[in-house]
């Protein structure tokens, strides 16, 4: 069965970055984008980017643009997406999810990323 | 790219339907048939329960369904149940390689 299994908790300073894994089991993990979405408290999802796992090829989202990168390991099967400059309206649940059909087919469990001093 | 417009709430007793819009535009909505609509439990992980407009994942009951004209998508719940509460989210294909999401609807089961 498909799963995509996400790194866990962080807690980051103001100015630090994060970078947070995806491992993905029960297809060919070459065949499908891995997009991130995150999820601020309380409010609605916001795509942050993809990655074509078989080629690398990124797409970002312009507000993430410059701060935002999303690589991959073939080898273990796993995306990463890592955001820097963080700042506290940054505190997050951040998704990975499998792209089909310009649909977001399955979903990681969430990675909650809190910023603060 | 701005967010999808989706009302903030929406109701129904059980058994009734319920439906509600997403508004886009030309360049997402209108543009491509791309829609896909998401439900997340408090806590949760959304899943998928429409995509290509109108297309069912399997194990998704048909209770769900899905529809679009010109730039405005709809979801619709019939025979609402208990477990349909939720908040549910619309996303489209925005063109240039972005996509984008809608801002949210909760559902209430009366």
């Known amino acids: 069965q498909v799963q995509l299994v996400q790194s866990g908790a962080e807690v980051r300073e103001p100015g630090a970055s994060m970078k947070v894994s995806c491992k993905a089991s029960?297809?060919?993990?070459?065949?499908?984008?891995i997009h991130w979405v995150r999820q601020a408290p309380g409010q609605g999802l916001e795509w942050m980017g993809r990655?074509?796992?078989?080629?690398?090829?990124?797409d970002y989202a312009q507000k993430f643009q410059g701060r935002v990168t999303v690589t991959r390991d073939t080898s273990i099967s796993t995306a990463y997406m890592e955001l820097n400059n963080l700042r506290p309206d940054d505190t997050a649940v951040y998704y990975c999810?499998?792209?089909?059909?310009?649909?977001?087919?399955?979903w990681g469990q969430g990675t909650l990323v809190t910023v603060s001093s | 790219q701005s967010a999808l417009t989706q009302p903030p709430s929406a109701s129904g007793s059980p058994g009734q339907s319920v439906t509600f819009s997403c508004t886009g535009t030309?360049?997402?909505?209108?543009?491509?048939?791309?829609v896909s609509w998401y439900q997340q439990h408090p806590g949760k992980a959304p899943k998928l329960m429409i995509y290509?407009?109108?297309k069912r994942p399997s194990g998704v009951p048909d209770r769900f369904s899905g529809s679009k004209s010109g730039s405005t998508a709809s979801l619709t719940v019939s025979g609402l149940q208990a477990e349909d509460e939720a908040d549910y989210y619309c996303?489209?294909?925005?063109?240039?390689?972005?996509?984008?999401f809608g801002t949210g609807t909760k559902v209430t089961v009366l």
């Open positions: 996303a489209s294909y925005g063109g240039n390689n972005n996509y984008v």
């Open positions: 290509g407009v109108n």
């Open positions: 030309s360049s997402d909505i209108g543009g491509y048939n791309y």
């Open positions: 999810a499998r792209g089909h059909n310009y649909a977001y087919d399955y």
């Open positions: 029960g297809y060919t993990f070459t065949d499908y984008y």
């Open positions: 990655i074509y796992p078989n080629t690398a090829g990124t």
